[in-house]
């Protein structure tokens, strides 16, 4: 049976280090927005915050459409992002009830004083 993983949470709450640990363990292939946002910043630029959301808008498109790669393949993976709820519930649901994986949700937290310090 298919695994999906999903790790999400605020953004320095600590999702890339628990998705990394357990894809090592569970030699599970990893799928970050992240990664994809790092490398459309390298090939188009940084420029000011509006750019930075519209690459995060391409990288989500990017991680769906290797997720949903990956379940038509019965391949089970780990997936990481900050995912908005009214931007990107349907679609993860569409998803899941369309491949039916076994689904595992790790919603990462911190404390405020945490998240500043990392942001700092």
């Given at each position: 049976m298919v695994k999906l993983i999903i790790v999400t949470g605020f953004p320095a709450t600590g999702k890339t280090t628990i998705?990394?640990?357990l894809s090592k363990t569970l030699i599970l292939?990893?799928?970050t927005k992240d990664t994809y946002k790092e490398l459309l910043f390298d090939q188009l630029g940084v420029k000011d915050r509006a750019?930075?959301?519209?690459?995060g808008k391409a990288a989500i498109e990017i991680l769906f459409r290797e997720l949903e790669e990956c379940l038509k393949a019965d391949v089970s993976i780990i997936v990481d992002a900050n995912f908005?709820?009214?931007?990107d519930s349907a679609r993860m649901?569409?998803?899941i009830k369309s491949y039916?994986?076994?689904v595992t949700h790790i919603l990462c937290k911190a404390k405020v004083e945490v998240l500043v310090d990392r942001f700092s």
């Open positions: 998705a990394s640990h292939p990893l799928f750019w930075s959301r519209q690459l908005m709820l009214d931007r649901s569409a998803l039916e994986p076994i």
